[in-house]
C-alpha cells in the first residue's frame, strides 16, 4: 500500500494482525503514496466558532469583522477526519502535473522557489482539479476542508485567538510582511493537534459559499454551500497580512477564479469512523 505503512515482520506471531490502514485515532499520521500529502488524525469536538468584542476591540480587527466572526455559535463535530499536516507545496503540486493531472497548469512560484514552500497562485477550480488526481490516485475521498473543520482544527484544542495563545510574534508565524514571502512548510512550531502554518504563510481555501456572517450556520461541521457562491471562503491568513488577519477566528470571501501570491489549500480526507 504505502512507504508510510508499518507492517508485521517475517518473524512476527501468525496471530499478529497489521495496523490499520488509515489508523483512526487522535494524532496519527499517515500518507497514501510517496508523493501524497503527510495527513493527521483530527479528533471529534466541540468548540465555539467565531471571535468576541473583546478579541476584535483589542486586537484593532476592521470594524467589518464584526459582523463577520459573529454570532458566536457552538460547532460539534462528531466524527474523525484527517487533514493535511502542511499546506499543499509545490513538490506535491508538481508531481500531479508530472502525472498528468491538475490540468497541466503550473503555478508561478513568484521567483521564491518550489519544494516544500506551499504553493501559491490556485484558484477554486485549481484546488479541485488537484483533490480530484489525489482522489483518483489513491481510491480515496480527498476534499477541502469545511469551513467549520478548518476553525476546529486552527484552533488545535485551545479556545485562544490564536493557535498559541492570545498574541502572536515573528517566532511563531510568518505573516506582515516580516520575511515578505513564503516560507517552507514546517518552519514555525506546530498546533495542538500537530498542524503546522494553519494561520499566516498561506492562506487556504474552504469549501464553503461566503456568508456576511454566522446567522444559520451548520452547527455540525459541514459545509455551508447554499447562497450564490459568487464568494468562496478563505481562512487563516497569509505572509503579507497583518497580526489581526491572521487570527483562527478570521474569515474573508474571495472570488473562486483568485490567483495571488498568499493563497493556497489543505486538503481533508473522510475517514471510516471506529
Request: a negative charge; hydrophobic letters at 35%.
Amino acid at each position: 500500500m504505502s512507504l508510510f505503512l508499518v507492517v508485521a515482520s517475517a518473524a512476527a506471531s501468525p496471530a499478529t494482525e497489521p495496523p490499520a490502514f488509515p489508523p483512526v485515532r487522535a494524532g496519527a499520521a499517515f500518507a497514501e503514496c510517496q508523493e501524497c500529502p503527510e495527513m493527521v488524525v483530527i479528533p471529534p469536538g466541540e468548540f465555539v466558532m467565531g471571535s468576541s468584542q473583546e478579541e476584535r476591540d483589542t486586537l484593532g480587527v476592521m470594524k467589518m469583522f464584526d459582523k463577520m466572526e459573529s454570532p458566536r455559535h457552538k460547532v460539534s463535530i462528531g466524527y474523525y477526519f484527517a487533514v493535511g499536516r502542511y499546506s499543499v507545496t509545490f513538490d506535491e503540486w508538481d508531481a500531479c502535473v508530472a502525472d498528468g493531472g491538475c490540468n497541466g497548469y503550473s503555478p508561478d512560484d513568484t521567483g521564491w522557489g518550489r519544494g516544500r514552500r506551499p504553493v501559491i497562485n490556485v484558484n477554486y477550480a485549481d484546488t479541485q482539479a488537484y483533490i480530484s488526481w489525489l482522489s483518483a490516485k489513491t481510491g480515496q475521498q480527498y476534499r477541502l476542508l469545511s469551513e467549520a473543520e478548518w476553525e476546529h482544527a486552527g484552533r488545535g484544542g485551545t479556545d485562544t485567538w490564536y493557535p498559541f495563545g492570545n498574541s502572536i510574534d515573528p517566532d511563531k508565524a510568518n505573516y506582515g510582511h516580516n520575511l515578505d514571502r513564503t516560507t517552507p512548510v514546517g518552519s514555525y512550531p506546530p498546533n495542538g493537534f500537530g498542524l503546522h502554518d494553519m494561520t499566516a504563510n498561506t492562506a487556504q481555501w474552504v469549501q464553503d459559499c461566503h456568508h456576511d456572517d454566522y446567522v444559520g450556520a451548520p452547527t455540525d461541521g459541514s459545509a455551508w454551500l447554499s447562497g450564490d457562491c459568487k464568494l468562496r471562503n478563505v481562512r487563516g491568513g497569509g505572509w503579507s497580512l497583518q497580526g489581526w488577519s491572521v487570527r483562527v477566528a478570521q474569515r474573508i470571501g474571495d472570488p473562486p477564479e483568485a490567483r495571488n501570491d498568499h493563497l493556497g489549500f489543505r486538503v481533508a480526507r473522510d475517514l471510516p469512523q471506529p
